[in-house]
């Protein structure tokens, strides 16, 4: 009796497997059989092309019902030669093992056994075909990501090229392509596989013979996988049609946004192309629409910059300010502290481009530049709304932060993003864009600058020592609320677990300035951003890489993160 033959017997349908650990709801399942009964195909693969699941988790549950291993990207050949050594014994052609979508090779030049992949492990007639080709020899049958037997696949079929692949340049042709099962369920899988690895953004990026796929997670690209540059063409356009772009023009940069299901999940994603040497750079921005709303509590602050941040956003009128890069979670903390203070006893009103998520009980407005509808429009539009509290995504422009500046003297709550370095450098920026210093000193209340950084993985991190002069520095700035607590310094280390990064996850590190009288005064005399800075660290500023250390000695992350995150800054 054939494998396959063997795990026939199994107690448990793959639907009620996947049911059972909670991987699909009934719903996924019922669309599952509906799209098979219509168009046929493995269950399985159904359900990672409708997005009800990712191909990993799937893997996974095939491995426990069909008794076969799971083979990651390291285990598996990564030249033609084995593949080859295998067909050759075999005496069967090429071609034959081409068209079956079958792979063979040794593990090991010493073990008599084969190992087995294809895209239909559960095939009686090539289970029949392999007894008798090798009947003497014990065969493995494995499970492993469809785009790693793709890529088996392309360098079997292109062995005897020499590595040199064709491209394909006929839009029709790439259409064609990109509306074709391999391809949706490889773009469906990539997603997938980003979502489960709680990526922010997957990175498309051909170059000569290769295109890569890169992940970022917690701030930082990773390789995922490579692939021969002859693939990329129907990969990218597959992307761009799903996202409404024109897959016919490669030389101008595109964007536009698509809503999908992937991984269970329901995503809107920004993509963006790119027109580079070697053909289109394509980034994903992904924005899980039922993520829930990071609460402020949970951000990262420090006890005494909690007190303080939540005391400024309760005032009932001005500017508050969050700076920093693109990447640092400013719209995050807006988020938060929305619903901190949405008591629906005031209207609250935003404008943003784009909305990334939407509030409850919150008017939200998407400005549209590309029609002339700008930040300062929609601002204006707002103030006949009668709102107590403004949110505007970012300030841009002289005309935003003017509108803005007169919608806070005039009894509202005002809060938006700015790009700078750090909290003291804001002033300066918006006398920078021409408004007037006066206006400045009178309208900001108060500025936060914040960093993401890393979270040291709880199940590898090991105990650390710093520098004494780091040590010395954060115990002279601990918050009152830490200074009976013993420090806890740790370092990354590794594991499975975080992918041996070291770290899962980010938090916050702040800069928290108000505008005082003397600041004020350092405003209006246009003082240099230094001396602004000195002042405040006199009445009890603490500079992004202080609170940074703080986390280091609490044990969240680690110091050289911290001085990663604070690089740009300095200080």
């Given at each position: 009796?054939?494998?396959?033959?063997?795990?026939?017997?199994?107690?448990?349908?793959?639907?009620?497997?996947?049911?059972?650990?909670?991987?699909?709801?009934?719903?996924?399942?019922?669309?599952?059989?509906?799209?098979?009964?219509?168009?046929?195909?493995?269950?399985?693969?159904?359900?990672?092309?409708?997005?009800?699941?990712?191909?990993?988790?799937?893997?996974?549950?095939?491995?426990?019902?069909?008794?076969?291993?799971?083979?990651?990207?390291?285990?598996?050949?990564?030249?033609?030669?084995?593949?080859?050594?295998?067909?050759?014994?075999?005496?069967?052609?090429?071609?034959?093992?081409?068209?079956?979508?079958?792979?063979?090779?040794?593990?090991?030049?010493?073990?008599?056994?084969?190992?087995?992949?294809?895209?239909?492990?559960?095939?009686?007639?090539?289970?029949?075909?392999?007894?008798?080709?090798?009947?003497?020899?014990?065969?493995?049958?494995?499970?492993?990501?469809?785009?790693?037997?793709?890529?088996?696949?392309?360098?079997?079929?292109?062995?005897?090229?020499?590595?040199?692949?064709?491209?394909?340049?006929?839009?029709?042709?790439?259409?064609?392509?990109?509306?074709?099962?391999?391809?949706?369920?490889?773009?469906?899988?990539?997603?997938?596989?980003?979502?489960?690895?709680?990526?922010?953004?997957?990175?498309?990026?051909?170059?000569?013979?290769?295109?890569?796929v890169r992940y970022r997670v917690d701030g930082v690209l990773h390789e995922h996988l490579s692939l021969p540059r002859e693939r990329f063409g129907a990969i990218a356009s597959r992307i761009k049609l799903i996202a409404g772009l024109d897959i016919a023009e490669r030389r101008l940069p595109q964007d536009g946004r698509?809503?999908?299901?992937?991984?269970?999940?329901?995503?809107?994603?920004?993509?963006?192309?790119?027109?580079?040497?070697?053909?289109?750079?394509?980034?994903?921005?992904?924005?899980?629409?039922?993520?829930?709303?990071?609460?402020?509590?949970?951000?990262?602050?420090?006890?005494?910059?909690?007190?303080?941040?939540?005391?400024?956003?309760?005032?009932?009128?001005?500017?508050?300010?969050?700076?920093?890069?693109?990447?640092?979670?400013?719209?995050?903390?807006?988020?938060?502290?929305?619903?901190?203070?949405?008591?629906?006893k005031r209207k609250i009103i935003t404008v943003e481009d784009p909305v990334e998520y939407q509030l409850p009980h919150v008017t939200q407005v998407q400005a549209h530049s590309d029609i002339g509808y700008s930040f300062a429009q929609a601002l204006r539009a707002i103030l006949r709304q009668d709102p107590d509290i403004i949110m505007i995504?970012?300030?841009?422009?002289?005309?935003?932060?003017?509108?803005?500046?007169?919608?806070?003297?005039?009894?509202?709550?005002?809060?938006?993003?700015?790009?700078?370095?750090?909290?003291?450098?804001?002033?300066?920026?918006?006398?920078?864009?021409?408004?007037?210093?006066?206006?400045?000193?009178?309208?900001?209340?108060?500025?936060?600058?914040?960093?993401?950084?890393?979270?040291?993985?709880?199940?590898?991190?090991?105990?650390?020592?710093?520098?004494?002069?780091?040590?010395?520095?954060?115990?002279?700035?601990?918050?009152?609320?830490?200074?009976?607590?013993?420090?806890?310094?740790?370092?990354?280390?590794?594991?499975?677990?975080?992918?041996?990064?070291?770290?899962?996850?980010?938090?916050?590190?702040?800069?928290?300035?108000?505008?005082?009288?003397?600041?004020?005064?350092?405003?209006?005399?246009?003082?240099?951003?230094?001396?602004?800075?000195?002042?405040?660290?006199?009445?009890?500023?603490?500079?992004?890489?202080?609170?940074?250390?703080?986390?280091?000695?609490?044990?969240?992350?680690?110091?050289?993160?911290?001085?990663?995150?604070?690089?740009?800054?300095?200080?």
């Open positions: 009796m054939s494998q396959a033959a063997q795990t026939a017997a199994a107690p448990l349908r793959l639907g009620e497997l996947l049911l059972q650990a909670g991987l699909i709801n009934a719903q996924d399942l019922a669309r599952g059989l509906d799209f098979q009964q219509r168009f046929g195909g493995r269950l399985g693969a159904v359900l990672v092309r409708i997005g009800a699941i990712s191909e990993d988790s799937l893997l996974l549950v095939l491995s426990q019902q069909l008794g076969l291993p799971v083979l990651e990207q390291a285990q598996l050949p990564q030249e033609a030669a084995p593949l080859l050594a295998v067909i050759e014994a075999s005496g069967v052609e090429k071609d034959w093992w081409l068209d079956q979508q079958i792979l063979l090779w040794q593990p090991q030049p010493e073990a008599d056994m084969l190992y087995c992949l294809a895209r239909d492990p559960l095939n009686d007639s090539l289970h029949e075909v392999l007894e008798r080709l090798f009947w003497q020899r014990p065969v493995t049958w494995c499970l492993a990501r469809n785009q790693d037997i793709d890529r088996l696949l392309d360098v079997l079929e292109h062995s005897d090229q020499g590595g040199e692949f064709g491209s394909f340049d006929d839009v029709g042709h790439l259409r064609e392509l990109a509306e074709g099962a391999p391809v949706v369920e490889f773009v469906n899988n990539m997603l997938s596989q980003a979502i489960d690895q709680r990526a922010s953004d997957v990175h498309v990026e051909p170059e000569d013979r290769q295109f890569y698509l809503n999908i299901r992937v991984s269970g999940q329901e995503l809107d994603i920004r993509v963006s192309t790119l027109p580079g040497v070697h053909g289109e750079s394509v980034v994903m921005r992904l924005l899980p629409k039922e993520r829930e709303t990071s609460r402020l509590e949970q951000l990262g602050f420090a006890p005494d910059h909690y007190q303080l941040f939540t005391q400024w956003v309760g005032e009932p009128h001005g500017i508050i300010l969050v700076t920093g890069p693109t990447g640092s979670g400013k719209s995050t903390t807006l988020y938060a502290t929305l619903d901190a203070i949405n008591d629906r995504g970012e300030i841009r422009d002289r005309e935003t932060a003017e509108i803005a500046i007169q919608a806070s003297l005039t009894g509202h709550m005002v809060l938006s993003t700015l790009h700078t370095n750090d909290s003291v450098s804001a002033f300066t920026r918006l006398i920078d864009m021409g408004v007037e210093p006066f206006l400045v000193a009178t309208s900001v209340r108060a500025v936060q600058a914040q960093r993401l950084v890393r979270v040291l993985c709880p199940h590898c991190a090991t105990p650390s020592e710093p520098l004494p002069e780091i040590v010395a520095a954060t115990q002279s700035i601990l918050p009152l609320q830490f200074k009976d607590m013993p420090p806890n310094w740790k370092q990354a280390q590794g594991c499975e677990q975080c992918r041996h990064s070291g770290y899962r996850g980010r938090v916050g590190i702040y800069e928290l300035t108000y505008l005082t009288p003397e600041l004020q005064s350092c405003v209006l005399q246009r003082t240099h951003a230094r001396q602004m800075r000195d002042l405040a660290s006199q009445q009890g500023y603490r500079t992004l890489r202080q609170d940074g250390w703080i986390k280091a000695w609490q044990g969240i992350t680690s110091v050289e993160e911290v001085l990663r995150a604070t690089e740009s800054t300095g200080h």
